[in-house]
């Protein structure tokens, strides 16, 4: 490997960036984000989204997040609306099943764990970021392999009682640093390193 191909690939980060209601789930049990959309002032918590977004380089996300972008967006009825989301981007969707791709959109489907495929995401994302999209599963699969560098998330003031898990993994406090709070509308981002 080069020097500089090095330096790219020490620089990268793998980011778990997501809303979850204050009981931590971030779906319904049907995998609806309803609840989401309901709460006020979101235009607020979404402004500080475009600073992030932008060092951004490639995106990482399970089939069920896959699956609800595309029938939720209608992206086979309106494709250009995975670029307004998403621009370019490489987006890698984990998957062990074959899946539409949304014409025109740079989507590379993959098998396995991340483990297997984390040379070529990190390539993908050149000196950017990686954002981990969802789901917590695949989330949780980067910090059993060692290589969630990041969780953001923001937290709604909504309760569900059951639903999809923020992070089905066990992180202690001895793995996970604050290093950011802030309040956005109704919505409070917390941002922890992990280790």
């Known amino acids: 490997m080069s020097e500089v191909?090095?330096?790219?690939?020490h620089?990268?980060?793998?980011?778990?960036h997501t809303a979850t209601t204050l009981d931590g789930y971030l779906a319904t049990d049907d995998d609806s984000l309803d609840?989401?959309?309901?709460?006020?002032?979101?235009d607020e918590a979404e402004a500080a989204f475009a600073g992030f977004?932008?060092?951004?380089?490639?995106?990482?996300?399970g089939s069920a997040t896959y699956e609800w972008m595309l029938r939720h967006e209608g992206?086979?009825?309106a494709p250009e609306k995975w670029a307004g989301y998403y621009g370019t981007r490489p987006t890698f969707v984990f998957s062990s099943r074959a899946l539409p791709r949304v014409p025109g959109a740079d989507i590379r489907h993959v098998?396995?764990?991340?483990?297997?495929?984390?040379?070529?995401?990190?390539?993908?994302a050149g000196a950017g970021d990686v954002w981990i999209v969802g789901g917590g599963d695949l989330a949780g699969q980067f910090a059993d392999a060692g290589l969630?560098?990041?969780?953001?998330?923001?937290?709604?003031?909504?309760?569900l009682g059951s639903g999809k898990p923020l992070l089905p993994r066990v992180l202690g406090a001895d793995r996970l640093t604050l290093v950011d709070a802030r309040t956005a509308g109704q919505f409070v981002e917390l941002v922890y390193s992990v280790s």
């Not at 620089?11 to 778990?16: D, E, L, S, V």
């Not at 977004?53 to 996300?61: P, W």
């Not at 969630?148 to 309760?159: C, G, H, K, N, Y």
């Open 111 to 124: 098998e396995g764990g991340v483990r297997e495929h984390i040379d070529e995401i990190r390539d993908a």
């Open 11 to 16: 620089m990268t980060r793998a980011i778990f």
């Open 5 to 9: 191909a090095a330096t790219v690939r």
């Open 53 to 61: 977004l932008a060092d951004v380089g490639a995106l990482v996300m």
């Open 75 to 77: 992206l086979f009825d």
């Open 148 to 159: 969630l560098d990041e969780i953001r998330v923001s937290i709604a003031p909504v309760t």
């Open 35 to 42: 609840w989401l959309f309901a709460v006020p002032g979101a």
